[in-house]
């Protein structure tokens, strides 16, 4: 209680001393002490402001950064997308290599582009594609080159209506054709024997496609005795549908 009467009066005392200008001397010796701390408050103010300043550039900076990382996990993404396709491509070639196809034939190795009734293939001219070579997947026929452009051309599936390939189930020959988007087997006399599971491969007659390359399995096989050949339905050894690299068998 007596502490608090003491600050009472010493308070009393303070304004009355102010009151009467008897404290101006000590304020302004007070103020003279006290301009070091207030430069030093304005300097830390005036840093802070810098500091906040070079924030909102380091901020455009980081901005910048993240769009230059974005740019380059999309370009990581696309060589890994490379990447894979480059090992399908490499495990294609390898099955072919396995195949039994002549060791003195070369390939040229062709992405497909896109599918309408012919296969389009992202070889042409430049590569050295002509027209009349043969398409293959490793060891079965795919079709035939029927127009170059510089950069790409076009592939005529066995199963297009006017494909017509000279064929052999064994020794017994035959001719291939496209009816309907499915293959058929015609031309082979009612006395030779062929059923469903038989293989069926080029001739080679004609010139046209080399021999002995694979294109599919009879499925079933139709007789008419008024008919001096025989028909069947065929299955080809690749989809087509789902291919999408084709070797083109180099002159």
Known sequence: MRRFI??????????????????????????????????????????????????????????????????LEREKAKLEIENVQLKIDNADMYRLLQVPLPADWKFLPAKILGQTRYLLINQGRRNGVKKGMSAVFENVLVGIVISVSEKSAKIMLPLDADSKIAVKIGKVKGILIGEDDRLVLTEVLQGKEIKADDLITTSGENEIFPANLLIGKIKSVEKEERDPYQKATVESLVDYDKLETVFLILD
């Not at 101006?24 to 402001?49: D, T």
């Not at 906040?52 to 230059?68: A, P, T, V």
């Open 6 to 71: 003491s600050f009472l009066i010493l308070s009393f005392l303070l304004l009355g001393l102010d009151f009467f200008g008897w404290t101006r001397p000590i304020r302004a010796v007070v103020e003279k002490g006290s301009e070091p701390i207030k430069m030093g408050i304005y300097r830390r103010i005036a840093n802070s402001k810098w500091r906040i300043e070079n924030f909102k550039f380091s901020r455009e900076e980081l901005l910048e950064l993240k769009k230059k990382t974005e740019e």
